[in-house]
């Protein structure tokens, strides 16, 4: 928009509504292009309680060790989605 538009949009806010609709809809351009929505933000992960909130490699802690998933499975209600709900045990023989 030029200056002189801008100097017409400046006392807008004094004015009634109904004059105030008016000047804006005589000096403002629309576009004829798509308009771009904001996408919806992703959640943060929920981290299982054995680890910190702020821990970056509990994942990787809990999908290597079999006991780390163990204590996940025991100590929380709700499992990540990638987990599954049953217990592992060991599948060597220990004589």
């Known amino acids: 928009m030029s200056a002189q538009r801008w100097r017409k949009l ?3 806010l004094d004015l009634p509504d109904e004059m105030a609709y008016g000047l804006l809809a005589t000096v403002i351009e629309p576009k004829r292009q798509r308009l771009n929505w904001p996408k919806k933000k992703s959640q ?3 981290v299982p309680l054995p680890f910190a909130h702020d821990d970056l490699y509990w994942r990787a802690i809990a999908e290597n060790d ?8 025991l100590l929380n209600d709700e499992l990540p989605k990638w987990m599954k709900k049953t217990m592992e045990r060991d599948v060597w023989d220990k004589k």
Do not use: Q, Y
């Open 10 to 12: 400046n006392g807008v």
């Open 44 to 46: 943060a992960p929920i």
């Open 66 to 73: 079999m006991d780390v998933r163990n204590e996940i499975r």
